[in-house]
């Protein structure tokens, strides 16, 4: 029996998909795809009592060189049971969720190939239903499932279709019906901004916007959204598909990619841009100065957006914001704060949790960039993010201010840093928990520190003018540290007090202290 447990990454499955960086096997190819695809079949038939046969699913893909090959792998899995399958060539993670919800769709599930900001040699897959996208423990199922399938242990029966498939290049392959997903789900973003902006067939006349794409799957955003609408994309860059992703990482958390767009904002005067992830569930921004709005600013700006209509709502966000970001929620926007943890699907889970308590919560939201409404389903959407920025830059502009003005009284740290330190032993997991007990311990015995209160990930120490957050990685043996100070070059200073705390811990590499 194959063990498909390590391709699980929480919520996601992801792996090596093909050769091309040393020392990295595939172990995510079309043999394994078809039986991770009949492992969703089976979990989709037991969730919704159907029979395969009475099933539709939908797969898009990001442009990764391997997508292409891990559909024919998935269509192995669904093609000998008769599912009825549509091929929405390339797509964004956000738009297969809305295959579900579309009436001309209706989609029963449906599998996105990515690998998100991952090298061209990985590769992966989302899945969603209705009720949106998959949990961890679903995933930990769908394995499993694949895992008996693999071993001849089918929960399917026999295959109605074998003979389903037609010759292709000499091969036997099973194939989806192909299908425009992304046209609607634009024409969808389109009317959100028209009935937003309240400005005419045109609201973006007059209006350069620089959407970065990093040659992942969000160029459409530029071409098919904003240009229809009236907006100057001609700024735009690194809007054409290309799998090498030979320019930038197509990441809103990368410098590289921050830089490159706020480069091209400011050579090209444009009023402000856009950066999206590869399969366009994360974006960020940059105003018209070049100024990043990302990390926290990101989530001041989405916010921003719903403050407003929303009064004293709560906002869920990952583990790492500011200070100055909840300053800002509170004090400026009068909103409720709470610092969740990392992991796009925690803050998501959590904000429905509240509303299930009868706690308004309209926004989850990570530094990273995964934004999900409660107007929107709860989606990571990053498009869906953006279009709301737009609509609020064109109402803005309209009063002859820009975008920047949304977050001006937002203060940002002086000094920011994040450290990952590895976990040399076998028993990462334990040995981790036992580094943080005694951080806690530590912390706690000193006069000048005291403990963040409520906290749910690690151990968040504030120091007199910073405050530090010492976690495990939520797949890795890491143990992330970010420390933010009030002080230029504060940081040290913090790190300096953590490196006496962690000397002592042999199973630690505390070389990346130096």
Request: charged letters at 30%; one cysteine or more; hydrophobic letters at 40%.
């Amino acid at each position: 029996m194959k063990n498909y447990k390590k391709l699980q990454n929480g919520s996601d499955i992801r792996g090596i998909a093909i050769t091309g960086v040393p020392g990295e096997l595939p172990n995510l190819r079309p043999e394994e795809a078809a039986d991770i695809a009949e492992g969703f079949l089976i979990w989709l038939c037991k969730k919704l009592g159907k029979d395969p046969q009475d099933l539709t699913l939908a797969i898009g893909r990001d442009p990764r060189v391997s997508g292409k090959l891990l559909l024919d792998g998935l269509m192995d899995g669904f093609g000998p049971y008769g599912v009825k399958v549509y091929d929405c060539g390339l797509a964004s993670t956000p738009a297969m969720f809305m295959a579900t919800r579309f009436p001309e769709f209706r989609c029963d599930g449906t599998v996105m190939i990515t690998a998100s900001h991952l090298p061209y040699n990985r590769n992966g897959f989302k899945f969603f239903t209705a009720e949106g996208g998959l949990d961890k423990k679903d995933i930990s199922q769908i394995l499993a499932y694949a895992e008996e399938e693999s071993a001849g242990m089918t929960h399917l029966g026999e295959p109605g279709n074998k003979d389903g498939s037609v010759l292709r290049l000499g091969k036997r392959v099973f194939e989806a019906e192909k299908a425009d997903l992304m046209t609607p789900y634009c024409d969808h973003l389109k009317q959100l901004i028209l009935d937003g902006a309240g400005a005419g067939e045109k609201p973006l006349a007059g209006m350069k916007i620089v959407v970065d794409a990093g040659n992942g799957g969000g160029g459409f955003f530029a071409k098919e959204v904003l240009k229809p609408l009236g907006a100057d994309i001609s700024a735009s860059q690194y809007l054409e598909p290309d799998g090498m992703f030979s320019n930038h990482a197509p990441n809103p958390e990368d410098k590289d990619a921050m830089n490159a767009i706020s480069m091209q904002v400011l050579s090209k005067g444009a009023d402000f841009g856009i950066i999206f992830d590869t399969d366009v569930d994360r974006s960020a921004a940059v105003d018209g100065r070049g100024r990043e709005i990302a990390r926290n600013g990101i989530v001041a700006m989405a916010a921003a957006l719903i403050a407003e209509d929303h009064p004293g709502t709560t906002v869920v966000t990952d583990s790492i914001t500011s200070r100055q970001l909840t300053e800002f929620l509170e004090g400026d926007l009068k909103l409720k704060h709470l610092r969740f943890k990392r992991g796009y699907k925690n803050v998501i889970n959590k904000a429905k949790e509240l509303n299930e308590q009868g706690i308004d919560c309209q926004l989850a939201i990570e530094t990273s960039g995964h934004a999900a409404l409660k107007e929107n389903f709860f989606l990571d959407d990053g498009a869906y993010l953006a279009t709301k920025i737009v609509i609020k830059a064109a109402r803005l502009k309209a009063e002859g201010k820009t975008l920047d003005s949304v977050i001006e009284k937002l203060r940002e740290p002086a000094d920011e840093k994040e450290i990952r330190i590895p976990v040399t032993c076998e028993d990462f997991g334990a040995y981790g928990e036992k580094v943080l007990e005694d951080l806690k311990i530590f912390a706690e015995g000193a006069e000048d520190l005291s403990m963040e209160e409520p906290n749910y990930e690690g151990v968040r120490i504030n120091f007199p003018k910073g405050w530090c957050l010492l976690r495990k990685s939520l797949h890795d043996p890491i143990l992330p540290m970010n420390m933010a100070s009030d002080e230029a070059g504060g940081c040290s200073e913090i790190k300096e007090r953590m490196a006496e705390f962690l000397k002592d811990y042999e199973g630690l590499d505390l070389s990346v202290m130096k």
